[in-house]
């Protein structure tokens, strides 16, 4: 079992740069597809960047550009380097973990197993 956990999230001014860490615990994530998702007030979760364990990198269309989804598996971690950021963006951003040797697209809460509790992210105007 994975257990997920994001960090860096805060408060930041629109066009300001984070970047978002995701450790994993208790299995390797080296052979599963990696995602982030996130979840505005008021608003459904939305898919934002995966990574899979085979393949490149798919990306919702209002990050791409801005976002850059990226692993260490040394570290059994996966990061998301946010840029250029807007008041949209506002949200908490979670870190999930997909079933072992998962074919993309992996756009959906579904291909998704293990997910972490989130790390908030605001960006004021």
């Known amino acids: 079992q994975v257990e997920p956990v994001e960090s860096g999230g805060g408060l930041v001014q629109a066009g300001d740069s984070l970047r978002l860490s995701c450790a994993a615990s208790?299995?390797?994530?080296?052979?599963?597809?990696m995602g982030w998702f996130r979840q505005a007030p008021g608003k459904e979760r939305e898919f934002v960047a995966t990574l899979p364990w085979s393949g490149s990198t798919d990306y919702a269309d209002s990050v791409k550009g801005r976002f850059t989804i990226s692993r260490d598996n040394a570290k059994n971690s996966v990061y998301l380097e946010m840029s250029s950021l807007k008041p949209d963006d506002t949200a908490v951003y979670y870190c999930a973990a997909g079933r072992y040797y998962a074919y993309p697209p992996l756009r959906r809460e579904r291909d998704y197993v293990y997910w972490g509790q989130g790390t908030q992210v605001a960006v004021s105007s």
């Open positions: 208790g299995g390797t994530i080296n052979d599963r597809g």
